[in-house]
C-alpha cells in the first residue's frame, strides 16, 4: 500500500461542522446522526485506503465510495446544515479513485459531486446561496486532491525512471568493461602464449633468446596488470602508435611478416583510441584465428574519414563469421561494432582478394591540419 492516503486523513477535519451540529443538539436524534457520522469517517478512511492499495481491485475500490456517496446523501437530507458539508469529504474520496486509478474521468466526477452537492444543499435548506459555497467548496476540495495526486504520481514516474536510468547506466558499464577486458586479455594472453612458444623452440639451442621472450613475457605481464588496474579505475586510453608498434612486434614473434602503413594527419584522441581497439583485436584474431604469414595494416585518411584495415594471407582456423560456438561473431568483433556504430563508424570482414581474411574498420572525423605521420 502507498503512503499517498496518509496525507488526506486530516481532511476528515470538514466534518467537525456536524459534530458541532450533534454536540449543541442541532441533529437529532443524536444517537442516529453520531452514529452516522462515525461509519462515514469509517467508511470514508475505508474508501482512500483501498483506493491506494495495490491489493485491492477494481469491483473493492468502486463499492466503498459508492457506499460512502449514498451515506452523504442520507445523513445530508435527513439532518442537513453540518452535514451536508460531508460532500467536500466524498469529492476527496472520488477524486483520488478517479485520479489513481483511472477508473473514471477526474473532471466529470469532480463536477458531478459538486452539483449533487449543491441541489442536495438547496433540498435540505432551501438557502441557494449556502448551497452555491457548499458546491464551489465540494468542486474545489475535488480539483485539489486531483493535482496532489497527479504530482504523487508524476514523482513516483520519476523516481521509476531514475531507477531504469540507474539500472542502464549498471548494466552499460558492466558491457564496456565486459568488452575492455576481452580485449585487453585476449591480446595480452595472445602475446604471452607467443612468446612462451619461442621459450619452449629455443629452451636448449639459444638461451639468449629464451632470456629475451622472458623478459617480454613479464613486461607483459605487467603491463596487462596496469592495464586492466587503469580498466576498473574506467580512466584508460588506447593510443593508436602504440599499438601498432605492439602489432608489429606481437605479429612478428608470431612468425608473421608484417607492413604496416599509417599517413595522413593526426586523429583525435577518441578516434585514436578507437582505432587502436580495433588494431589491437584485429591482430590478436590473426595470431588466434589464422595461418598467415604475412599481415599487412594501413590507416588511410579519406575524404569522409579514415580507414584501418588489416590484411592477411591464412586461411583461417575457423569461418569468419563462427568466431563463438553459436556461429555468431565473436565478442570482440562485436564489441568493436558496437563501439564504432556509436561513434558513428562501421566495422566490416570479409575474405581477401587473394584469400586470407580482411577486416575494415571506417570512421568519421573531424579534420584537422594536414600533418602526415609517416610510414612505419
Known amino acids: 500500500m502507498h503512503k499517498a492516503p496518509t496525507i488526506f486523513y486530516p481532511v476528515l477535519v470538514i466534518a467537525a461542522g456536524a459534530l458541532s451540529d450533534i454536540v449543541g443538539g442541532r441533529d437529532t436524534p443524536t444517537w442516529e446522526a453520531a452514529a452516522g457520522l462515525l461509519s462515514f469517517c469509517a467508511l470514508y478512511l475505508f474508501s482512500l485506503w483501498t483506493a491506494f492499495?495495490?491489493?485491492?481491485?477494481?469491483l473493492l475500490v468502486i463499492t466503498p465510495a459508492v457506499?460512502?456517496?449514498?451515506?452523504?446523501?442520507?445523513?445530508?437530507?435527513?439532518?442537513?446544515?453540518?452535514?451536508?458539508?460531508?460532500?467536500?469529504?466524498?469529492?476527496?474520496?472520488w477524486s483520488a479513485v478517479a485520479s489513481w486509478r483511472?477508473?473514471?474521468?477526474?473532471?466529470?466526477?469532480?463536477?458531478?459531486?459538486?452539483f449533487v452537492a449543491g441541489v442536495t444543499a438547496v433540498y435540505a435548506d432551501g438557502e441557494v446561496g449556502d448551497a452555491i459555497v457548499i458546491s464551489y467548496s465540494t468542486l474545489l476540495s475535488g480539483v485539489i486532491v486531483t493535482i496532489i495526486v497527479r504530482l504523487f504520481s508524476t514523482v513516483m514516474e520519476l523516481r521509476?525512471?531514475?531507477?531504469?536510468?540507474?539500472?542502464?547506466?549498471?548494466?552499460?558499464e558492466r558491457l564496456r568493461f565486459a568488452r575492455d577486458l576481452h580485449d585487453l586479455l585476449g591480446h595480452s594472453i595472445s602475446l604471452i602464449v607467443v612468446k612462451a612458444e619461442a621459450v619452449r623452440r629455443f629452451a636448449e639451442c639459444d638461451p639468449s633468446t629464451v632470456k629475451r621472450h622472458a623478459q617480454d613475457i613479464e613486461a607483459v605481464g605487467r603491463t596487462s596488470l596496469e592495464e586492466i588496474r587503469e580498466a576498473i579505475s574506467?580512466?584508460?586510453?588506447?593510443?593508436?602508435?602504440?599499438?601498432?608498434?605492439?602489432?608489429?612486434?606481437?605479429?612478428?614473434d608470431a612468425g608473421i611478416e608484417t607492413e604496416i602503413v599509417h599517413d595522413g594527419p593526426p586523429l583525435p584522441v577518441q578516434a585514436d583510441a578507437l582505432l587502436?581497439?580495433?588494431v589491437r583485436e584485429g591482430v590478436t584474431n590473426v595470431i588466434r584465428h589464422s595461418?598467415?604469414?604475412?599481415?599487412?595494416?594501413?590507416?588511410?585518411?579519406?575524404?569522409?574519414?579514415?580507414?584501418?584495415?588489416?590484411?592477411?594471407?591464412?586461411?583461417?582456423?575457423?569461418?569468419p563469421a563462427a568466431e563463438n560456438d553459436g556461429g555468431t561473431p565473436g565478442h570482440g568483433l562485436l564489441g568493436l561494432a558496437e563501439r564504432l556504430s556509436a561513434a558513428g563508424g562501421a566495422l566490416a570482414t570479409a575474405p581477401g582478394v587473394d584469400g586470407g581474411f580482411r577486416l575494415t574498420a571506417t570512421l568519421?572525423?573531424?579534420?584537422?591540419?594536414?600533418?602526415r605521420v609517416g610510414t612505419q
Open 53 to 58: 492499495s495495490d491489493r485491492c481491485g477494481r
Open 364 to 371: 568519421s572525423v573531424a579534420r584537422r591540419s594536414e600533418v
Open 291 to 319: 595461418e598467415a604469414r604475412h599481415c599487412e595494416i594501413s590507416v588511410r585518411h579519406r575524404p569522409e574519414g579514415v580507414e584501418l584495415e588489416i590484411r592477411n594471407d591464412g586461411p583461417r582456423t575457423k569461418p
Open 102 to 114: 483511472h477508473l473514471l474521468h477526474p473532471p466529470l466526477v469532480i463536477g458531478l459531486v459538486s
Open 67 to 93: 457506499v460512502l456517496t449514498a451515506l452523504t446523501l442520507t445523513l445530508a437530507l435527513r439532518f442537513g446544515a453540518g452535514m451536508v458539508w460531508l460532500f467536500s469529504l466524498l469529492a476527496v474520496v
Open 234 to 252: 574506467g580512466y584508460r586510453e588506447r593510443d593508436l602508435n602504440s599499438e601498432l608498434k605492439g602489432a608489429k612486434l606481437a605479429l612478428t
Open 276 to 278: 587502436g581497439w580495433v
Open 160 to 172: 521509476q525512471a531514475q531507477e531504469e536510468l540507474a539500472h542502464s547506466a549498471v548494466a552499460e
